[in-house]
């Protein structure tokens, strides 16, 4: 059977968009898993939360979790992307690393971290490019690229986040490219779509679309192009599929009115052979 | 302490993916054994179908028809596996649960034209209590309406907690894999008028069947408006700088007007 640490740990990445800290310090996760007798504990002894932090880094790595640089208001993205060693990582915008405590999402010790890379004129390129395409198209989010596989290739990501906890919802967007920076000839990628609405109910909205998209030159600005039109194809599919849900396999599984247009006539389906098998319909 | 670890338990599933409800809940009782009574008799899961073997006839499990691991039959009233001491409703509760067998088979027939129903009840100190629990499609929707009827003079009073499980999805080359998946409950209580027996038939029919209606067009605001509207909070359509322009215009229209 799994550890009390696996399935503590599949909680914690199981977190729905902007909902980590309630599935953990948020009372949830603690109240389950701290008041355990001892032989529940793990051989540390009282403190599970140690050897949930892998948890944690993954979660916030996939995710795409965004932390305010110290004394900046701009929020920065977490990604195995720009993971450097000692849970620190660097923006390239910024020119900036800093230190990730995972468990809370915060980060402190931001240093200088010039731009190394054959490939810094495409990157600082592609962030400009990608800058005006993501203000254009989400309300809020953050961004990134970053040199990867030894800097023979860069990835791009965008995040966007909207947290509504007061009306039981929250959403995110994720969008992850990679593509090689010698022939820029294939972006490959993957964008996912999370929702989550919980007023008196869960219903949740999950989806992931690999993207390949094939790209005339090896240009900033056709990347971002290429990008920005798979995107905005892909947003009117899925509100399309919306659209088809709701009128296909939705309306298939239970009518509105019974096809009579009448609702039941509840004396007649049953009630009346009840009545006159107890009490010819009198008594109760 | 047990409470408050009940309280965090159901707010944890109601964070946490609905499509793994049945995983997540068997993690949560591995962890705290004592919350495992609790937690299956308040969390609604997919059902599952079993044939009848005395009838022929396919009927649903839920926490309500178990008996350790056994499951009564609405048909023949039998468990399966046989129960030598199983739970039964009495006499009169179980013709009420014959009757209402009858009346919402009609019911699954008219909406669902399909699917698989159930109804149970269990008596009560000053009433009973019943549950039909529908299913549609192979785990795509399912209904729980649970409900108590309190004997009062001429009159009963009910309660009714429903549960719809609606698991949706969608893949194809162009938009990839899409999940809709989740779950919706609904109270209400009202006070009903009851001459005999058959009324309470009657009564939990049309309450079950104006409930059913209600939540269907919540679902379905939901599912595929609200959940719609959010992906468009996430990420606009029209570039941002035409919607932000357009509405300066729109204020200015505004305050020109009001001058």
Same mark, same amino acid.
């Given at each position: 059977?799994?550890?009390?640490?696996?399935?503590?740990?599949?909680?914690?990445?199981?977190?729905?968009?902007?909902?980590?800290?309630?599935?953990?310090?948020?009372?949830?996760?603690?109240?389950?898993?701290?008041?355990?007798?001892? *032989?529940?504990?793990?051989?540390?002894?009282?403190?599970?939360? *140690?050897?949930?932090?892998?948890?944690?880094?993954?979660?916030?790595?996939?995710?795409?979790?965004?932390?305010?640089? *110290?004394?900046?208001?701009?929020? @920065?993205?977490?990604?195995?992307?720009?993971?450097?060693?000692?849970?620190?990582?660097?923006?390239?915008?910024?020119? +900036?690393?800093?230190?990730?405590?995972?468990?809370?999402?915060?980060?402190?010790?931001?240093?200088?971290?010039?731009?190394?890379?054959?490939?810094?004129?495409?990157?600082?390129?592609?962030?400009?490019?990608?800058?005006?395409?993501?203000?254009?198209?989400?309300?809020?989010?953050?961004?990134?690229?970053?040199?990867?596989?030894?800097?023979?290739?860069?990835?791009?990501?965008? @995040?966007?986040?909207?947290?509504?906890?007061?009306?039981?919802?929250?959403?995110?967007?994720?969008?992850?490219?990679?593509?090689?920076?010698?022939?820029?000839?294939? @972006? +490959?990628?993957?964008?996912?779509?999370?929702?989550?609405?919980?007023?008196?109910?869960?219903?949740?909205?999950?989806?992931?679309?690999?993207?390949?998209?094939?790209?005339?030159?090896?240009?900033?600005?056709?990347?971002?192009?290429?990008?920005?039109?798979?995107?905005?194809?892909?947003?009117?599919?899925?509100?399309?599929?919306?659209?088809?849900?709701?009128?296909?396999?939705?309306?298939?599984?239970?009518?509105?009115?019974?096809?009579?247009?009448?609702?039941?006539?509840?004396?007649? @389906?049953?009630?009346?052979?009840?009545?006159?098998?107890?009490?010819?319909?009198?008594?109760? | 302490? =047990?409470?408050?670890?009940?309280?965090?338990?159901?707010?944890?599933?109601?964070?946490?993916?609905?499509?793994?409800?049945?995983? #997540?809940?068997?993690?949560?009782?591995?962890?705290?054994?004592?919350?495992?009574?609790?937690? !299956?008799?308040?969390?609604?899961?997919?059902?599952?179908?079993?044939?009848?073997?005395?009838? #022929?006839?396919?009927?649903?499990?839920?926490?309500?028809?178990?008996?350790?691991?056994?499951?009564?039959?609405?048909?023949?009233?039998? $468990?399966?596996?046989?129960?030598?001491?199983?739970?039964?409703?009495?006499?009169?509760?179980?013709? !009420?649960?014959?009757?209402?067998?009858?009346? $919402?088979?009609?019911?699954?027939?008219?909406?669902?034209?399909?699917?698989?129903?159930?109804?149970?009840?269990?008596? !009560?100190?000053?009433? $009973?209590?019943? %549950?039909?629990?529908?299913?549609?499609?192979?785990?795509?929707?399912?209904?729980?309406?649970?409900?108590? =009827?309190?004997?009062?003079?001429?009159?009963?009073?009910?309660? !009714?907690?429903?549960?719809?499980?609606?698991?949706?999805?969608?893949?194809?080359?162009?938009?990839?894999?899409?999940?809709?998946?989740? #779950?919706?409950?609904?109270?209400?209580?009202?006070?009903?008028?009851?001459?005999?027996?058959?009324?309470?038939?009657? #009564? %939990?029919?049309?309450?079950?069947?104006?409930?059913?209606?209600?939540?269907?067009?919540?679902?379905?605001?939901?599912? $595929?408006?609200? =959940?719609?509207?959010? %992906?468009?909070?996430?990420?606009?359509?029209?570039?941002?700088?035409?919607?932000?322009?357009?509405?300066?215009?729109?204020?200015?229209?505004?305050?020109?007007?009001?001058?």
């Amino acid at each position: 059977m799994a550890s009390t640490v696996e399935l503590a740990s599949s909680f914690i990445e199981g977190a729905p968009p902007g909902e980590l800290a309630d599935v953990t310090a948020g009372n949830t996760l603690s109240l389950l898993v701290l008041p355990l007798p001892a *032989p529940a504990l793990t051989s540390e002894g009282e403190n599970i939360i *140690p050897s949930l932090i892998p948890a944690f880094e993954r979660y916030n790595e996939r995710q795409l979790a965004t932390v305010k640089l *110290p004394g900046s208001s701009q929020e @920065v993205i977490v990604s195995e992307f720009n993971k450097l060693e000692d849970n620190r990582y660097f923006d390239t915008e910024s020119q +900036t690393s800093f230190e990730v405590d995972h468990t809370n999402q915060t980060a402190s010790a931001a240093q200088s971290a010039p731009l190394e890379s054959q490939n810094a004129d495409l990157i600082k390129s592609l962030l400009k490019s990608l800058g005006i395409h993501a203000r254009e198209h989400y309300p809020s989010c953050s961004y990134g690229v970053y040199p990867i596989e030894n800097d023979s290739a860069v990835a791009i990501l965008v @995040v966007s986040n909207r947290y509504s906890p007061n009306n039981f919802w929250n959403g995110r967007f994720r969008a992850i490219y990679q593509v090689p920076a010698s022939s820029s000839s294939t @972006v +490959t990628g993957k964008i996912h779509v999370d929702v989550h609405y919980y007023e008196d109910g869960n219903v949740a909205l999950n989806t992931t679309k690999p993207v390949s998209l094939s790209v005339p030159s090896a240009s900033a600005e056709s990347i971002i192009s290429r990008i920005a039109t798979a995107e905005r194809d892909y947003h009117e599919e899925l509100n399309r599929a919306f659209v088809q849900m709701a009128e296909g396999a939705f309306k298939g599984l239970r009518r509105q009115l019974p096809i009579t247009r009448q609702k039941v006539e509840w004396e007649k @389906v049953g009630g009346y052979r009840l009545g006159q098998d107890i009490s010819g319909g009198k008594g109760r | 302490m =047990a409470d408050a670890q009940f309280d965090s338990a159901l707010d944890l599933l109601r964070r946490l993916s609905p499509r793994d409800t049945k995983a #997540n809940l068997q993690a949560i009782t591995s962890i705290v054994p004592d919350l495992t009574e609790d937690l !299956l008799s308040s969390v609604d899961q997919p059902l599952e179908i079993r044939r009848c073997p005395q009838s #022929n006839r396919d009927y649903l499990l839920c926490d309500y028809n178990r008996d350790g691991d056994s499951y009564r039959s609405p048909w023949s009233n039998e $468990f399966d596996p046989p129960l030598e001491d199983g739970t039964v409703p009495s006499e009169r509760v179980r013709k !009420l649960e014959v009757a209402a067998n009858d009346a $919402f088979d009609v019911y699954r027939e008219l909406y669902y034209e399909g699917g698989v129903g159930s109804v149970y009840f269990w008596d !009560l100190d000053d009433g $009973f209590a019943g %549950v039909t629990p529908g299913s549609q499609s192979s785990g795509e929707w399912d209904s729980i309406h649970v409900f108590e =009827a309190t004997d009062r003079a001429r009159m009963s009073h009910y309660k !009714l907690t429903s549960t719809v499980i609606l698991h949706l999805a969608k893949e194809s080359e162009a938009l990839g894999e899409m999940d809709l998946s989740g #779950n919706m409950t609904r109270q209400v209580e009202v006070d009903l008028p009851v001459e005999s027996d058959a009324s309470h038939v009657a #009564n %939990v029919g049309r309450l079950v069947e104006d409930m059913e209606l209600k939540m269907r067009n919540l679902l379905q605001e939901v599912y $595929f408006g609200k =959940a719609k509207d959010v %992906v468009g909070e996430l990420r606009s359509l029209a570039p941002l700088s035409e919607t932000n322009r357009d509405r300066a215009t729109q204020l200015e229209m505004i305050k020109s007007i009001q001058k």
